[in-house]
């Protein structure tokens, strides 16, 4: 049975009521927001792409990735897919994800251990001193830094990140 999700176009979210909201919310979907569950467009798009969720695009139901994109374009002209792709790769390796920022994924994993995960796209222009500044922020929370690069073809590797002192 499919989930029905209806999508706020002007802010780009899904919007989930009743029943639904603690079955999703207790799998690290979406934010609370009373007693209704506000989902990212990535959030949304898995939901789609895995057959859990209905779209309700002012009053259509839409039942794939591919028709909420040409319903919704507005909501993908800034959309990154590299975020999509990780996204979908943790959610089926059986993990648990909330988005934190655009680029940005908190991880739970099997074990209960957290990480935050940064989002790259291959060829893109990242310096040396914004990863450390993503992997000093996630140690001072002590979370495990993990740099998620996606390449042209959509494959994922995943970098855990150390900072090495100098002797």
């Not at 780009?12 to 919310?25: M, P, R, Y």
């Not at 979907?29 to 209704?36: A, I, M």
């Not at 028709?67 to 059986?94: A, H, I, P």
Request: with cysteine; proline share 1%; net charge neutral.
């Amino acid at each position: 049975m499919s989930i029905v999700v209806r999508v706020d176009k002007s802010s780009c979210t899904g919007i989930v009521k009743d029943g639904n909201v603690q079955e999703l919310e207790e799998k690290w979907f979406g934010e609370k927001s009373g007693d209704v569950l506000v989902l990212n467009v990535v959030e949304l798009s898995y939901l789609l792409l895995t057959g859990r969720a209905v779209a309700d695009v002012e009053g259509r139901a839409v039942r794939s990735f591919e028709d909420l994109m040409k319903t919704s374009v507005e909501c993908f002209k800034d959309y990154s897919w590299s975020n999509l792709v990780v996204y979908k790769d943790l959610r089926d390796r059986g993990r648990r994800v909330r988005i934190v920022d655009k680029n940005t994924f908190m991880v739970k994993d099997k074990h209960g251990d957290i990480r935050l995960v940064l989002v790259l796209e291959e060829k893109s222009r990242l310096g040396v001193k914004d990863i450390l500044e993503f992997a000093e922020k996630s140690t001072r929370n002590n979370v495990s830094p993990i740099v998620a690069v996606v390449s042209l073809q959509g494959e994922v590797t995943y970098y855990e990140v150390h900072k090495i002192e100098p002797v």
